[in-house]
């Protein structure tokens, strides 16, 4: 079926640390795939995406790689602070019109 | 993001009441998008719209139901026949049609229904 796996549910790190996040998809059709954080109880925000004619892409702390045969994708977030702390999720675009989320990553920065 | 509204933040009915979300843009984007998020899951896609006066059911669309009338607007009618509404709902746009485009989306509301 259409879905997509997100590794881990919970990630805890010191900060000055790096964190990676990582989510597998199942439709070798899909050519988008962004990254969400959410902090709690507000909204969802775009951090990057990237599509499947790029590799890697990179913003400041904040890098995804892409593997196309493996279908998977990683974010990668560097020097970490206690503002990275939240909620990220993966999604990937599919077939059929939609964008399927991850369930998503609990990431704590410890300072 | 910030021309994308909510009404209300919080809502509580009673069961059996049928409740309308309100979601406004904008940002003059021709798609949009209804999902809810229950604790420990990621986004479920309720409802989307491509085009005023067109929308296409999502994955979760049983005891749902929109309008698309103008382009700004996307209400979502959570009805009786939903199960388990309480939920916290999120609306969402995007610049173009289909869904390999970044979406930007509203506060959200928070729905309890007792």
């Known amino acids: 079926g259409e879905n997509v796996e997100q590794h881990p549910s919970t990630l805890s790190v010191q900060e000055g640390d790096s964190a990676v996040i990582k989510c597998t998809y199942s439709d070798s059709a899909s050519n988008y795939f962004p990254w969400y954080k959410q902090e709690l109880g507000k909204r969802p925000q775009l951090i990057i995406d990237?599509?499947?004619?790029?590799g890697e892409k990179k913003d400041q702390r904040i890098a995804v790689t892409l593997n196309k045969t493996a279908k998977h994708f990683s974010l990668h977030i560097t020097e970490t602070q206690p503002e990275d702390s939240a909620v990220y999720f993966c999604a990937a675009s599919m077939r059929g019109n939609k964008l399927v989320f991850g369930a998503g990553t609990i990431l704590r920065v410890k300072s | 993001d910030g021309g994308i509204t909510q009404s209300p933040k919080y809502l509580f009915r009673k069961e059996g009441q049928n409740v309308t979300l309100s979601c406004e843009q904008n940002?003059?984007?021709?798609?949009m998008y209804w999902y809810r998020q229950d604790p420990g899951q990621g986004l479920r896609l309720i409802y989307y719209s491509q085009i005023v006066n067109d929308f296409q059911k999502g994955d979760i669309a049983e005891g749902y139901s929109v309008s698309r009338e103008k382009k700004e607007s996307f209400p979502l009618t959570v009805t009786s026949a939903q199960k388990n509404p309480t939920a916290f709902y999120l609306c969402?746009?995007?610049?173009?049609?289909?869904?390999?485009?970044?979406?930007?989306f509203g506060p959200g509301t928070r729905l309890t229904v007792t």
């Open positions: 940002l003059n984007h021709d798609a």
């Open positions: 990237i599509r499947s004619n790029v």
């Open positions: 969402a746009s995007s610049p173009r049609q289909g869904f390999s485009y970044e979406q930007y």
